[in-house]
């Protein structure tokens, strides 16, 4: 079994990244990954990547503060009547205020564990691999490829317009 | 991954602090305050029997049930002198009958009263009428705690509302009358 | 943004950590300043907790005043923020880019402030947290019908979603300050507010949907938290108050406060920090014309309020009316109606539009005029309820006037400290209106 | 809310700050010790005595000569209410403002609590009972000894009954002379009633009786011989029954409170009174109306055509031919001699009103000689005029002046000061450090009314007792103590009393009283049976009264002013203050006067066009001179009052009397003339003509309604006779329409009120019944011009006019109308008021955070809010209600239809059968309302007169269009219409 081995290129231009990208899908890699200081739609749709889940937190989110809204203002209403202007004990037109906001409220927070989750959690890009400028200038293109085809990647990469290729081993 | 500490912390504490709020008033005073004369109840309406609206007499015709007059204390004391007899009380303290005695006669001497330490008292937004509870059939103790098992009397129950609403809602005979138990301007005005 | 600038990636990068660098002194005099007001209202409020309320301008019948007046305000600010992050968002305005950080960096500090008015004006407000549904012994709940509870959870749901707003859009460029400043201690907490970001496609895709969301989410919440303040009022049965027009006239009230400040902090920031690359004509252009367009929408408010008073021919609605144009506020009210109906008209030209001298003072106007127009609605609508008997004229307290000056300190405060620590324009969104980089372009 | 034990900021004060700050250190916060309070109990009990049952004492009030019989609540040890006596013939189970306040005279904190010598720092200093009363007799004992007895002067206000008699009989021992003096002393009726009847005394009005009152400045609803007593009279008068309803004329030039109320304010010119009643007379006897032999008066009247008259005295002919077709056409009554407009010629005025009572066949029926009031026992004006001048030649040596104040009620014009100043010896009885006191060697201090034993007879057919409902708040003494303990000191009257304590002196004399009213019975039962009804009746023999040929002496003719200004100046005596007397008690003075609802303070009353012609507005500060002094004040516009009249009222302007009236408003007594009745010798309060200049400054009049008019919103409505007897006219008003909800069941109770619009005068005796009841702290002037008054019920009163352009005054009653839809509780976020299953608008205070929105949200504006935490000055807090909490700062409260009260009553029916009839329980305000213009009860109980009443054809609610559903029906003016 060999090791995996991560290779990152360094580009200043995207179109060499797409290059890259182009070439390494058409030799056979395909765990590939784009580091970018902007979203790059081209490589969104070279690399075709499974719809993000969070949508579903979103999802989830809302129907669930609907539910927790909606239910606890009627069950706390309940608990204890309290008559106010004639008004029935359980009134469900002014809850809906409450069970709107709590949609919002709830939906965002799941939102933003969904983002936590898929974004930061899982598929975590490895540190080595990183390189400052990313957030910068640079683009970086990351190959995971066994140890022996390493050399093979350096190739694709310099040839592309890579301006730097660095190696490292990465874990899992 | 610091982050996940500080949120699971902040949870932690955050419902730490719910309970705390539930809770806050639920630590009730386990021993009760220095009087100025160790009178025990559980000498007088535990071993004696003494009923409690004998010295408390107005517990059922108003909403106050009155402390008794220097008068009442020495109606019986001037019979009853005590023996010269260490008693050790429940909170450990040690007095002589015979000394305790002495300080309610010298009160009635110089024909003043006696400062009692209040031991249950409700804020004044509160009104609890002793007389609807006991003609109700109520037991003092249900509020006051099994006093006749005290030596030094203290708030048995935390008197909260909640205590007194849990009651209210076991105790009502039917819906409507939950609702008058339960209807704000019952206690409060 | 125009597209014949000269920016590129790496100055985008350079010149905002540039606007991180250390505070300079007169950044510290005005910090000290805010600071010291901050201090006036702290101790107005405490001394206004010890004696009572009364020491505010309060009377009869004039239960609100200048607290819920701020609140109000503070609330209407905050609105900008989120329209132009969420809403422009998904409009794909492209004006937005270049201010959208220090519109949601105002909402949040605004709503921060806002939110601190409704404890600050209650009889009782160390049982402020009676307002939260909390179970306690007492087994007893809040009213989910007093609009009071629904403003409870409209203005902390805000406060929540715009804040997480604000924080996860700010991920990229954090990282890329991250990348840039060398002192650990910035590093490490930098590190911490980027989640780690890498900026991997991965990332970019749920990132990218995720804002998506939160923009999605936060839209109908903007326009329900205003909604939300003006049921205080209009779910109320005073004359003046009690209107179905307020929801949809509050929310362009927020919308237009909020643009006018908006403008008002952009322009100075714009020039301190020599942002006109970033910040340009074409986007003061854009808000001036909603600012047009809303001041229109408040102005029309202005007219149907008259209108439906006069045709309903309820004496209460009509005399309420004639009072605020001609009373003791009527000063007032002619303010307000000058500085959101009349002084907005100039910007009907291009030329006032893309003249930043004129826009700023448009600008102060705007906020001097949408605060009174708070104060109107309020104040004046109490003075005269119903009863005749009990009219009464509200004046404000020096505490009440602390506590205000008080409250611009706070955001201003909260504001000049996320100048000088988070990027206050987008890093990533600048560059992703940039042309990428390509080969060809050397 | 207990204070700290080690004093400064204490703990709940801190956690209020830091509570904020974060909600975990209140929270930790609260589980610390509480404040150790203790329990103090009798050494021995009072018999029968029960913690926190009230007991009630029957006594007479004390406040003014009126005598109305009291009830005093008793809770612990202490007075905490005055309620009317319904056993007492004067009042009837109601009060006025000034006897629910009575109880702040009790609690003063400016009480002077122990004898008082002057020392010698020339400060009265306070010394024992044994000291003040050796030295009162040892100076006594040396002037009886040199034989000047005689240059000794007890000087008292109206003390009729037991305590008269021992001044009497011990003055008499010791050869002083007793004066009796009171501020308003009605000489001129007597003298007018001598003349017209040869009787010197002052009859009984039946207003009851009448369907139509004629009243020549009458003020009888507010100070006049019997407030309360003709109150209640005209309570009958103004009670619509079978589509009728009694009529009310007041003539005087500037509207009183009692005016307002009327249903036609005719505005003579000042002082010509007389005429218009002469004129009156002459068209009913002209037109034949005249029910007695006018024979005697006939030729006397004949010369005063309603032409001539109406050139005379401002009123149209019209008005008089329509009084005079009405005098005779009802039952009526013509009263007259109201304070206020007692001139030069004010006896003259009387003569002419007994004429006209006469000739309608009035007297025996409306005006009853057989039974009289005792005001009557006053010395003559005269008599008091001559010891000024004994005083101020030196030839008095010892006043001992008792419950008077003649300083200050004295016009400054008669040099009262000066005269008692030359006495070297002033005793003073007095409570309060007032101007007389301030000059006296000795203060021996009485005890307050609801201190003491003792009675009063108001009337020849009634004797009322005053009993003692607590003991003495402060180091005091009643005077009937004192003097019995004097009476053994001085050397010849150490026989003269055989009892030691006055308590036994008025059982001795008492026992007369029986022997007289109930020969067989025994006396102590005779005694208990007194005390609990507080008095007893005495039957009288009719007394047949005919004109006296005395009559044809009078010459009637204009009154003389003196003082060269150009406006006629009035001064009336102030139904919160009466005399000044009533000024030094914070609920009258934050009580809205009716009229203008200002507050604390003086102001003078000017026509809105005399305003305009001088160019100045309400507020503004005007100098008014008279050439004997001048007094500058604040200018309420008023169209109430006659361009050529302006007003002040009497009470205001004192020098001392304590901090609540010390230098507060001006006394127009300074500016009046020393002029008297032609014919009585009254002091004539309307003898000055004053200059009236701008003073150029302006501040708020402090009031606390600002608006006049009701601007056309029906708030206080009304429906005339004619709409009333024909409800076809006005049909259609009353639709049900379709409700969102459906409507609120009530189980068990709907507690509802009915306000009568017709009957409410506008007298605030609720207002303050609702202070005493309610724990409601007083302000202050400042706090009441930020418009923060406390007051739970307020009288709104609107000036409109009606299609003749004539003054339309209303008066509404305004607390919280208890709604059914109640637009306060739904926005409450914390169920801190809330809709009871009995249908009451709870406020539970201890709930409450302070947002404020309920009153915001408040149709009525009823809501109060504490902006501070008010204090009560130490000892006036004795007086709270226990069953009522005292709110601390940043609470709402409001009216509760006092639910204490509703409380007490159920909890009183369930020890009994369980069921509370209709009068169980009263509201504070019902029971105060001295017209019964105020109804409580249960809508449920179908019986109930509030049930009724709430159907009633008049019934309306206020601001129906908001459709809140109120629980209090207002019941609708009637209106006359002049057909």
């Known amino acids: 079994m060999s090791l995996n081995q991560g290779v990152v290129g360094v580009y200043s231009y995207v179109d060499s990244v797409l290059d890259a990208v182009r070439k390494l899908k058409a030799n056979g890699y395909e765990n590939l990954r784009v580091f970018s200081p902007v979203p790059l739609h081209e490589v969104e749709e070279e690399i075709d990547l499974p719809p993000s889940p969070v949508r579903f937190f979103t999802l989830f989110g809302g129907l669930l503060g609907a539910a927790s809204g909606f239910a606890f203002t009627v069950l706390t209403s309940a608990a204890w009547p309290i008559s106010v202007s004639a008004k029935p004990i359980v009134s469900i037109p002014p809850y809906m205020v409450i069970v709107f906001e709590l949609t919002i409220l709830f939906g965002a927070i799941f939102t933003l564990a969904g983002l936590l989750v898929n974004g930061f959690l899982r598929n975590r890009a490895p540190v080595s691999m990183y390189d400052k400028r990313f957030s910068d200038d640079k683009f970086g293109v990351m190959v995971v490829c066994p140890t022996e085809n390493i050399s093979s990647v350096q190739d694709i990469l310099n040839s592309t317009g890579a301006e730097e290729v660095k190696v490292d081993s990465i874990d899992g | ?189 | ?442 | ?979």
């Open chain 4, 1 to 979: 809310m207990s204070k700290g034990k080690n004093g400064g900021i204490n703990r709940r004060d801190f956690l209020k700050v830091i509570g904020v700050a974060g909600g975990t250190a209140a929270v930790t916060g609260a589980c610390s010790g509480e404040p150790v309070e203790q329990i103090i109990p009798y050494v021995i009990p009072p018999e029968s005595y029960i913690p926190a049952i009230p007991k009630f004492y029957s006594s007479t009030c004390r406040e003014c000569p009126a005598g109305c019989g009291i009830i005093l609540k008793n809770r612990d040890g202490r007075a905490i209410k005055v309620e009317g006596n319904p056993n007492s013939p004067i009042n009837g189970g109601s009060t006025c403002a000034r006897g629910q306040a009575s109880l702040q005279g009790l609690y003063n904190p400016d009480r002077n609590r122990s004898p008082l010598k002057l020392n010698e720092f020339g400060r009265l200093a306070p010394t024992s009972w044994e000291t003040g009363t050796n030295d009162l007799s040892a100076k006594i004992n040396e002037l009886v000894s040199q034989g000047k007895g005689s240059r000794i002067v007890y000087l008292s206000n109206s003390i009729s009954g037991t305590l008269n008699e021992l001044v009497d009989k011990w003055t008499n021992a010791i050869g002083a002379k007793h004066y009796t003096y009171e501020s308003f002393s009605y000489d001129s009726i007597k003298e007018a009633n001598s003349i017209s009847f040869g009787i010197d005394e002052i009859p009984n009005y039946k207003i009851e009786n009448a369907d139509y009152v004629l009243s020549f400045g009458a003020d009888f609803l507010e100070t006049w011989l019997s407030p309360n007593q003709y109150a209640r009279g005209f309570s009958k008068l103004k009670t619509v029954k079978n589509g009728k309803v009694g009529k009310f004329v007041q003539v005087e030039p500037r509207m009183s409170l009692t005016g307002a109320s009327a249903d036609d304010w005719v505005a003579v010119k000042p002082g010509t009174e007389v005429f218009l009643a002469l004129g009156i007379a002459n068209a009913i006897i002209k037109n034949g109306g005249a029910k007695k032999d006018a024979g005697l008066v006939s030729g006397m009247v004949s010369s005063y055509t309603p032409e001539k008259v109406s050139q005379l005295t401002d009123v149209p002919a019209e008005t008089i031919n329509q009084i005079a077709k009405d005098f005779t056409k009802f039952k009526s009554v013509a009263l007259g001699g109201g304070v206020a407009l007692t001139g030069t010629n004010a006896t003259e005025t009387l003569v002419a009103i007994n004429i006209l009572n006469y000739i309608a066949g009035n007297i025996g029926k409306t005006v009853d000689f057989s039974d009289t009031q005792l005001i009557s026992n006053a010395n003559n004006f005269k008599d008091i005029l001559k010891l000024l001048e004994d005083m101020k030649s030196g030839g008095v040596d010892v006043l001992i002046v008792h419950g008077v104040n003649p300083v200050f009620t004295l016009p400054k014009s008669l040099n009262a000061e000066e005269a008692i100043k030359k006495v070297p010896y002033i005793v003073s009885f007095a409570s309060f450090m007032d101007e007389t006191t301030e000059l006296s060697q000795l203060v021996l201090p009485d005890n307050h009314s609801v201190e003491s034993w003792g009675d009063f007879q108001p009337t020849k057919s009634y004797v009322s007792i005053i009993q003692p409902a607590m003991r003495p708040v402060f180091n005091t003494q009643s005077v009937g103590d004192t003097l019995i303990s004097l009476s053994k000191k001085v050397d010849s009257t150490k026989e003269l009393i055989n009892e030691e304590t006055y308590y036994d002196y008025l059982r001795s004399a008492w026992k007369n009283v029986a022997n007289y009213v109930a020969p067989n019975k025994q006396f102590d039962l005779f005694w208990n049976d007194t005390l609990r009804d507080g008095g007893v009746e005495i039957n009288l023999p009719e007394r047949s009264v005919e004109l006296s040929s005395a009559v044809q002496s009078v010459k009637f003719a204009e009154p003389e002013f003196k003082g060269d200004g150009e406006y006629y100046f009035i001064t009336y005596p102030s139904y919160k203050y009466y005399d000044g007397s009533g000024a030094n008690k914070p609920w009258l003075q934050e009580l809205p006067e009716g009229l203008t609802t200002s507050v604390w303070d003086s102001y003078v009353d000017m026509n809105t066009e005399t305003a305009k012609k001088m160019g100045v507005r309400e507020g503004s500060f005007i100098n008014i001179q008279s050439p004997q002094g001048e007094i500058k004040t604040q200018v309420f516009t008023y169209d109430g009052i006659r361009p050529d009249t302006i007003a002040v009222a009497i009470g205001q302007g004192h020098t001392a009397y304590g901090r609540y009236a010390k230098d507060r408003g001006v006394n127009p007594l300074d500016l009046l003339p020393n002029m008297s009745d032609r014919l009585s010798g009254g002091f004539a309060f309307l003898s000055s003509k004053v200059s009236v200049s701008n003073a150029g400054k302006h501040s708020l009049l402090v009031r606390t309604q600002y608006t006049r008019t009701q601007h056309e919103r029906g708030v206080a409505q009304a429906i005339t006779l004619d709409q009333l007897n024909h409800p076809d006219d006005h049909h259609g008003e009353h639709h049900d329409e379709p409700d969102f909800y459906p409507p609120r069941e009530y189980p068990n109770h709907r507690w509802a009120m009915n306000v009568d619009l017709n009957k409410c005068t506008g007298c605030g005796a609720c207002v303050t019944a609702c202070y005493a009841e309610n724990n409601i702290p007083f302000v202050g002037k400042a706090q009441v011009a930020k418009r923060r008054d406390m007051s739970w019920i307020r009288i709104e009163r609107y000036f409109d006019k009606d299609e003749n352009g004539r003054m339309d005054t209303r008066f509404l009653p305004m607390m919280c109308q208890q709604c059914g839809n109640a637009p306060c509780e739904p926005v409450c976020p914390v169920f801190a008021t809330y809709h009871n299953p009995e249908g009451l608008n709870g406020m539970i205070y201890n709930r409450c955070v302070g947002t404020r929105y309920c009153a915001n949200n408040c149709t009525y504006k009823v809501r109060k809010f504490n902006w501070y935490t008010y204090k009560f000055p130490e000892p006036l807090n004795w007086q709270l209600n226990p069953d009522v909490t005292v709110r601390t700062k940043g609470i709402m409260e409001k009216c509760t239809f006092c639910v204490q009260r509703i409380k007490y009553g159920t909890d009183i029916a369930k020890d009994g059968d369980g069921i509370v009839k209709d009068g169980d329980i009263l509201t504070a305000c019902q029971q105060a309302c001295p017209t019964d213009a105020i109804v409580f009860g249960d809508l449920k109980d179908t019986t109930s007169q509030v049930a009724k009443l709430s159907h009633d054809d008049r019934g309306y609610k206020v601001f129906e269009v908001i459709n809140t559903k109120p629980g209090i029906t207002y019941l609708k003016k009637v209106k006359w219409d002049n057909a």
């Open chain 3, 1 to 442: 943004m125009s597209q014949d600038t000269k920016l590129t990636y790496s100055r985008v990068t350079t010149d905002v950590v540039a606007m991180l660098e250390k505070p300079s002194v007169k950044w510290w005099a005005l910090f000290m300043i805010s600071l010291s007001f901050v201090g006036i209202g702290l101790i107005c409020f405490i001394y206004q907790v010890y004696v009572g309320l009364g020491v505010a301008g309060y009377r009869h019948p004039v239960f609100w005043g200048t607290y819920i007046t701020d609140f109000v305000f503070w609330v209407g600010i905050a609105h900008s923020g989120t329209l132009i992050s969420a809403i422009l968002y998904l409009f794909r305005a492209r004006f937005r880019m270049s201010i959208y950080r220090i519109a949601e960096g105002m909402t949040v500090f605004a709503v921060l402030t806002a939110g601190l008015f409704p404890i600050m004006h209650l009889g009782r407000p160390w049982n402020f947290y009676w307002l939260f549904p909390y179970p306690n012994q007492r087994e007893i709940w809040i009213n989910f019908k007093s609009p009071l509870v629904w403003d409870v959870f409209a203005v902390s749901t805000y406060l929540t979603v715009s804040s997480l707003f604000f924080l996860i859009g700010m991920i990229p460029d954090i990282a890329a300050i991250r990348d840039k400043v060398t002192e650990k201690p910035r590093r490490i907490i930098y590190s911490i507010l980027s989640f780690g970001w890498k900026g991997s496609n991965w990332e970019w895709l749920h990132y990218g949907r995720a804002y998506l969301y939160f923009a999605a989410l936060a839209t109908p919440l903007v326009l329900s938290v205003h909604s939300v303040v003006s049921w205080d009022f209009a779910m109320g049965n005073v004359p003046g108050w009690h209107t179905t027009i307020f929801a949809p006239y509050f929310v362009a009230g927020a919308i237009f406060s909020g643009l006018g400040m908006v403008i008002t902090l952009t322009i100075p920031i714009r020039k301190i920090f020599h942002l006109e690359d970033y910040i340009t004509l074409d986007n003061y252009d854009g808000m001036a014309k909603l600012i047009m367009f809303t001041s229109g929408i408040v102005g029309y408010a202005y007219a149907v309020e008259f209108f439906m008073a006069w045709y309903s021919s309820s004496p209460f609605e009509w005399q309420q009316f004639m009072y605020r144009a001609v009373g003791e506020y009527a000063l007032f009210y002619w303010i307000m109606v000058i500085c959101n109906v009349v002084i907005p008209i100039p910007l009907w030209f291009s030329k006032v539009r893309r003249n930043l001298k004129w826009l700023f003072i448009i600008s102060i106007f705007i906020n001097i005029g949408m605060w009174f127009e708070r104060f109107n609605i309020i104040v004046i609508s109490l003075s005269r309820d119903f009863d005749p008997a009990a009219w009464g004229v509200y004046k404000i307290s020096w505490v009440e006037a602390g506590i205000t000056a008080g409250s611009f300190a706070w955001f201003f405060m909260f504001f000049l400290i996320f100048l000088k620590t988070l990027p206050s324009v987008s890093i990533s969104e600048i560059k992703e209106i940039l042309p990428v980089p390509k080969r060809g372009d050397k």
């Open chain 2, 1 to 189: 991954m610091d982050n996940w500490i500080k949120v699971t912390s902040i949870f932690v504490l955050s419902g730490l602090f719910l309970f705390g709020l539930y809770h806050s008033s639920a630590i009730s005073d386990s021993k009760g305050p220095m009087q100025p004369i160790l009178f025990s109840h559980k000498i007088h309406a535990g071993e004696n029997q003494i009923p409690c609206q004998y010295c408390h007499s107005f517990a059922d015709v108003s909403t106050n049930p009155g402390i008794p007059s220097v008068q009442k204390c020495i109606g019986c004391h001037s019979q009853v002198h005590g023996k010269d007899e260490d008693y050790k009380t429940d909170t450990g303290k040690v007095i002589n009958f015979k000394t305790e005695i002495d300080k309610v006669k010298d009160y009635w001497q110089r024909k003043e009263p006696i400062p009692w330490i209040k031991v249950t008292d409700m804020p004044e937004y509160v009104r609890f009428n002793h007389k609807r509870h006991i003609k109700r059939g109520f037991e003092c103790q249900t509020c006051h705690g099994q006093v006749q098992e005290m030596d030094v009397v203290y708030k048995a129950e935390r008197m909260n509302m909640g205590f007194c609403i849990t009651c209210h809602e076991e105790n009502a005979d039917n819906q409507e009358h939950l609702t008058q138990l339960k209807d704000c301007l019952t206690c409060h005005y």
